[in-house]
């Protein structure tokens, strides 16, 4: 079965462009969440989607936005960049839990890095 | 909002060897999971080992293995017979019951020499 895929692998943008991150999920996992990696630092959650809704979202700005789409793949989108937002940026996949039932963990896919010149 | 602290940015261990990981964390909450993921230079994360709160028995998974203490925060992971593909970075995470949104420390760079 395949994992989760992330598109691009690399990726160089100047300050103030966009960049639009795409991610699809294990088939089967409708819950996608993005994180940001600072190199040196660990993943920083940005936002999760579960069937096409956001159910969360960390402490970023708003120049930081995503959807889900009904294939339950997803974009992460980032406008205006900054030198600061150069990462990787880590999609992970995970299963929906069935009420009662064991604990899913979330897949992580090999992510995109984002240089920001 | 839940903190976690990973004090060892780097360690390393002679292969065979056994090498111990600590994490702190800081939650208000008594429903959680702790994780350690591994990512190795080709960026991959994987799951390594989970641990249940309200469960006392602590976590194994082959030559994995956790050391949690709930009252004290702290949630160590313990590598016996380290092998040269054990270097990675660890990381050490938390979440409610929503995996999706999970806390991570900052990592530890783990090297095993021959």
């Known amino acids: 079965d395949a994992g989760v895929t992330q598109s691009p692998t690399h990726l160089i943008k100047t300050r103030g462009q966009q960049v639009t991150l795409r991610c699809s999920p294990i088939?089967?996992?409708?819950?996608v969440s993005w994180y940001q990696q600072v190199l040196g630092q660990g993943p920083q959650f940005i936002f999760q989607?579960?069937?096409?809704?956001?159910?969360g979202r960390g402490n970023f700005p708003d120049r930081f936005s995503a959807r889900q789409f009904p294939n339950y793949s997803s974009e992460l989108n980032v406008n205006a960049l900054l030198l600061g937002d150069s990462a990787l940026y880590l999609c992970?996949?995970?299963?929906?839990?069935?009420?009662?039932?064991?604990?899913?963990?979330?897949?992580f896919g090999p992510g995109t890095r984002l240089t920001v010149l | 909002a839940q903190t976690v602290t990973q004090s060892q940015p780097e360690m390393s261990v002679q292969e065979a060897e056994t090498v111990t990981l600590s994490c702190t964390y800081d939650?208000?909450?008594?429903?959680?999971?702790l994780f350690w993921y591994k990512q190795p230079p080709s960026r991959q994360m994987i799951l390594v080992i989970r641990?249940?709160?309200?469960?006392?028995q602590n976590a194994t998974e082959n030559r994995f293995s956790v050391n949690f203490q709930k009252a004290a925060k702290s949630f160590s992971l313990k590598i016996s017979d380290s092998q040269l593909g054990d270097t990675a970075m660890y990381f050490c995470?938390?979440?409610?019951?929503?995996?999706?949104?999970?806390?991570f420390g900052d990592g530890t760079t783990l090297t095993v020499k021959p």
């Open positions: 992970a996949s995970r299963p929906r839990r069935l009420a009662g039932g064991p604990y899913n963990e979330q897949f």
């Open positions: 088939s089967g996992h409708k819950s």
């Open positions: 989607y579960y069937e096409k809704e956001e159910r």
């Open positions: 939650t208000s909450e008594n429903n959680y999971y």
């Open positions: 641990q249940e709160a309200y469960k006392q």
């Open positions: 995470a938390f979440s409610n019951t929503n995996a999706g949104k999970s806390t």
